[in-house]
């Protein structure tokens, strides 16, 4: 990934990062091991996923098939360390496959995303070796699915307002309550539940629990009609006095809020991930597109009004890249990268809906039409700005970071 830096644009960039780009080693090159992942995931979203996408999305069909699949490629449990079963790669190589697969696939790339960044990443982080041998392990292998139980019908970017219970009762908890939006709800074996153990203590007072399917009382209810992501296995979940035993909990008593909030700020680099493969798209195929169709007796691109919105939507996708690299490098490098992510996440989403919103255009009516993709680009985009943090949340943390 070569650039011709001029001066200018090297000080601004030393300016928005806060970085000096030879002391940080920060060259815009990729390692082999780096590349060889982002080629591995576009041969399988190219090959695989994409002849099966508009099919699957139609019917709101979860890709079991295509999920056994990318488990064996190893996309599930990307992160992990080896010894529980992952692949141990860096958050960049982890961004670079996101972006691939999400060109092309939303709905399966945010069950790469869940399944790494919110449910493995929070397990090996937090959880204790006990947990991590019972639960990671087949997670990171592929063997089973993770979903991560945050959002309430009446707490959804307000997480302190946890309205689901779980009671200590000695040797086990009980919970009760609602989840909903759970993606991943359910194909998920292994659930991690964020629930309120003393309403009193307010967010020190909030838990994260390994809830496993099949136990007593825990429903999965009916599959959500979304917009888009229509591939992805978005349910309602439902607990009602669900026996958990006191050993599934992670972390100390009146951890879980911390637990959510840490690792929802590294969900977001892949969301931001996520919302930049969806642009990406939209732009190859707006601009393919443009250099075919012809009117007025020439290529569309050559018109000035098409050709300026190839050029914006490049150059915020360009940024946006660069956004989501810079938040994975700084997680790579033990770093803080709460701003970072935030930051990408937000300006991403925005950049696919436009990009998106632009590559219909772009289309004309071809645009509308299911088989040329960028309608079902632009359905999937929207949720880049709700989940895992609304654009507003995200501007809220980023407002009070620089505001002090």
């Known amino acids: 990934m070569n650039h011709s830096l001029d001066p200018l644009f090297l000080a601004s960039l030393r300016y928005w990062t806060g ?9 815009f090159e990729f390692t082999e091991e780096q590349i060889a992942v982002r080629d591995a995931a576009r041969d399988f979203a190219q090959n695989v996923l994409k002849p099966t996408i508009i099919e699957r999305d139609e019917n709101q069909r979860f890709g079991e098939e295509e999920a056994k699949q990318m488990a064996e490629l190893g996309f599930l449990g990307m992160m992990v360390d080896p010894k529980y079963g992952g692949g141990g790669m860096d958050t960049v190589s982890y961004v670079l496959a996101m972006e691939e697969l999400s060109k092309v696939d939303a709905s399966s790339s945010v069950l790469v995303s869940v399944n790494n960044s919110l449910v493995c990443w929070g397990i090996e982080e937090f959880a204790s070796e006990e947990q991590k041998m019972k639960y990671l392990v087949p997670l990171a292998k592929g063997e089973k699915i993770g979903a991560f139980c945050l959002s309430e019908p009446e ?5 302190t307002s946890q309205t689901t219970t779980a009671i200590d009762k000695g040797d086990h908890y009980l919970l009760n309550g609602t989840k909903n939006w759970i993606t991943n709800g359910g194909s998920a074996s292994t659930y991690l539940v964020i629930a309120q153990t003393d309403k009193e203590k307010g967010h020190k007072g909030i838990n994260v629990f390994i809830v496993e399917k099949g136990m007593e009382g825990f429903i999965v209810g009916a599959k959500e009609n979304k917009l888009g992501i229509r591939g992805s296995d978005t349910h309602t979940l439902m607990f009602t006095d669900v026996k958990v035993p006191k050993e599934n909990r992670i972390g100390e008593d009146g951890f879980g809020f911390k637990f959510a909030m840490k690792t929802l700020s590294g969900g977001r680099i892949g969301i931001a ?13 707006a601009l393919a597109y443009s250099q075919e169709r012809k009117a007025f007796g020439k290529e569309i691109s050559k018109h000035q009004a098409i050709a300026f919105k190839l050029a914006d939507m490049a150059t915020e996708i360009e940024a946006s890249r660069l956004l989501c690299l810079k938040a994975a490098v700084l997680k790579d490098r033990g770093q803080n990268y709460d701003l970072a992510s935030s930051m990408a996440k937000v300006f991403s989403a925005e950049t696919a809906m436009r990009t998106t919103i632009e590559a219909v255009q772009i289309h004309g009516g071809y645009g509308f039409v299911k088989e040329y993709h960028v309608e079902r680009l632009m359905r999937d985009a929207k949720i880049t700005q709700i989940y895992e943090g609304t654009s507003e949340i995200q501007r809220m943390v980023i407002s009070r ?4």
């Open 401 to 404: 970071s620089i505001l002090g």
């Open 155 to 159: 707490a959804g970017s307000d997480a």
């Open 19 to 27: 970085m000096n780009l030879k002391r940080s080693n920060m060259n």
């Open 273 to 285: 991930a996520q919302a930049l493969g969806i642009a990406s798209g939209a732009y190859e195929l």
